[in-house]
């Protein structure tokens, strides 16, 4: 199956921007969708943006549409998500996970449609 690893985050200032990474080293990806979650302390688990990995459907959290897009490589083993002007309230750790999807838009947003989740990457924002 998908091994799915996050990386990317670190410690950035508000207003900066950052890319984070979701790389797969198992089965190939090109049936799945993949999403991006965050999660910050006493929170739940948030859905942020997903896309399906041959046709790149897309979809968006509405608090963050406009400001994350979600991409993928060429080569249909790493998944992107480029975020702009971070602000302190985008500290969490952030999660990748996949579902079997080839058709349509990605609109599942609950965790439990989701599973193959990597360890996260910390992203934190000072002011």
């Known amino acids: 199956q998908v091994q799915l690893e996050e990386s990317g985050g670190g410690l950035v200032q508000a207003g900066d921007s950052l890319t984070l990474s979701c790389a797969n080293s198992g089965t190939s990806l090109s049936r799945y969708a993949v999403a991006w979650f965050r999660q910050a302390p006493g929170k739940d688990r948030e859905f942020l943006a997903a896309?399906?990995?041959?046709?790149?459907?897309?979809n968006y959290e509405e608090s963050v549409k406009g400001r994350f897009t979600i991409s993928r490589d060429n080569a249909e083993r790493t998944v992107y998500l480029q975020m702009n002007n971070l602000s302190p309230d985008d500290a969490a750790v952030y999660y990748c996970?996949?579902?079997?999807?080839?058709?349509?838009?990605?609109?599942?947003?609950?965790?439990?449609?989701?599973?193959?989740w990597g360890q996260g990457t910390q992203v934190t924002v000072s002011s």
């Open positions: 896309i399906t990995m041959i046709y790149k459907m897309t």
């Open positions: 996970a996949a579902r079997f999807q080839i058709y349509g838009s990605p609109d599942q947003t609950s965790q439990n449609d989701y599973d193959g």
